[in-house]
């Protein structure tokens, strides 16, 4: 079973950047994030099918946000620019499932969070 590892989370002041990593143990065909803020329900945020070549981003993170993959580390990236506040959550790797590259998709692994926090 592969398991995925984030890293890079943080606290940074509005406008700011960070980028989230998630080292998974082997290759997995589709990989992406999703977040959860408190009182609030997980959302996608983006996602990429690796073999298809499709993405997806939430319309909150368009032109923000941009999702990467290092295949040969098994690596997905997540770089966060222009950070709001409205994008402190808790933020989870996430692979595999059906739906993959959608607004859609329904993953069936899971990372254990990262905690990104924007200050304004």
């Known amino acids: 079973q592969v398991q995925l590892v984030e890293s890079g989370g943080g606290s940074v002041q509005a406008g700011g950047s960070l980028r989230l990593s998630c080292a998974a143990s082997g290759y997995i065909y589709c990989m992406g994030w999703f977040r959860q803020a408190p009182g609030k329900q997980r959302e996608g945020v983006a996602s990429a099918y690796t073999g298809h070549g499709s993405t997806y981003y939430a319309d909150s993170v368009k032109g923000r946000f941009t999702i990467s993959q290092d295949n040969a580390k098994n690596t997905l990236y997540l770089q966060m620019n222009s950070l709001k506040p409205e994008d402190t959550a808790m933020y989870y790797c996430?692979?595999?499932?059906?739906?993959?590259?959608?607004?859609?998709?329904?993953?069936?692994?899971w990372g254990q969070g990262t905690q990104v926090t924007v200050s304004s």
């Open positions: 996430a692979a595999a499932g059906v739906g993959c590259g959608s607004a859609s998709w329904r993953p069936i692994r």
